[in-house]
């Protein structure tokens, strides 16, 4: 049986593993928190959860870095508490969560683990990109969650306005994990329907559909601003990314990886579509976006960049990106 890390237990941590569990993602987790009488709570919890369901093999257990050795997958969830009671966005916890993931890094790479990370610590392209730089993994064996949720925004507001299943929509969000996010609309794929047919007939307008990026981008604000946090959506998301790692699915899923050559700005990590399996992800051909999309992806990706080589400098990383 596998052995799955995980950095970080609080409310994501603990909704990935929930998820994890009900999708049968069979594996020995190992949880590590700043917090360790937390991090026993919770793995005593979750078994109490795995010995309640048929045929289950799940273990769970506290521990630490060392444990890493031997991990195939390691999740990290870990991030800095938000200043006060002022809601900040996920580029306001930048400097803070940057340092901590470099430690997390080091800490990681000291311990052995040359499993798949995944990281959801926000932001995450960015914390991606430093944890590679960091410990120096190959980077198709470094996963950020990317727009993975966005896309699953995206295909539940079509899914409503439609009154279709979400799983009966092909397409994704790409870009950054955040506001500066894209829908290549003309890509999305409805059985053999494109949007411009739902435009035709007049199902979806025009001003519906430049609508929907904008409410996906407000999505995680409104989520915020009502409970305080995000964690269902990315739990569950999390546990089906590593899903397709445990089970070799070779399926795609819109993640942030890092850019190869091809692309204006390569080197940094940003959402795209990627192949997954047991080895991490494979690159699709490059994405022949429209001439104002492919615009707009360079100018995200290019400022991305700068931020990114900004913070590294600020927490004394010696980066391979040009």
Same mark, same amino acid.
């Given at each position: 049986m596998n052995k799955i890390g995980i950095i970080g237990v609080g409310a994501v941590g603990s909704s990935f593993l929930y998820a994890a569990l009900n999708k049968q993602v069979e594996a020995n987790y190992i949880l590590i928190d700043a917090f360790e009488k937390f991090a026993e709570a919770q793995a005593k919890d979750l078994n109490d959860a795995a010995c309640s369901m048929p045929n289950c093999g799940s273990t769970f257990q506290a521990g630490t870095y060392s444990d890493l050795k031997d991990a195939n997958i390691l999740i990290i969830t870990a991030s800095v508490k938000p200043k006060g009671d002022k809601l900040q966005n996920r580029m306001e916890l930048l400097t803070d969560n940057a340092t901590l993931i470099k430690d997390i890094a @080091? =800490? !990681? *790479?000291?311990?052995g683990f040359n499993g798949i990370t995944i990281l959801a610590s =926000? #932001? !995450?392209d960015i914390m991606a990109t430093i944890y590679q730089q960091v410990s120096n993994f190959k980077p198709e064996r470094v996963i950020s969650s990317g727009t +993975?949720?966005?896309t699953a925004r995206m295909k539940k507001f079509l899914s409503q306005k439609l009154q279709i299943k979400s799983s009966s929509i092909t397409g994704f969000v790409i870009g950054e994990h955040g506001e500066r996010c894209i829908i290549p609309f003309l890509k999305?794929? +409805?059985g053999l329907c494109s949007l411009k047919?739902?435009?035709a007939n007049g199902t979806i307008t025009k001003e519906?559909? /430049? *609508? @929907? =990026? /904008? *409410? !996906?981008?407000?999505?995680a604000f409104e989520i915020i601003s009502g409970k305080g946090i995000t964690n269902f959506g990315i739990g569950e998301n999390l546990a089906e990314i590593v899903a397709a790692i445990n089970n070799d699915r070779q399926s795609v899923h819109s993640l942030g990886?890092? @850019? #190869?050559?091809?692309?204006k700005h390569s080197g940094i990590y940003f959402g795209l579509p990627v192949i997954l399996g047991k080895d991490g992800y494979r690159h699709l051909p490059k994405l022949r976006l429209e001439e104002e999309e492919q615009k707009v992806f360079d100018e995200y990706s290019g400022e991305m960049k700068k931020t990114i080589l900004d913070v590294l400098k600020d927490i004394k990383v010696k980066t391979t990106i040009k």
């Open positions: @080091l =800490n !990681v *790479k000291k311990s =926000n #932001p !995450v +993975i949720l966005e999305m794929r +409805i047919d739902f435009l519906w559909l /430049d *609508k @929907l =990026n /904008d *409410k !996906v981008r407000a999505e990886v890092q @850019l #190869p050559d091809c692309y």
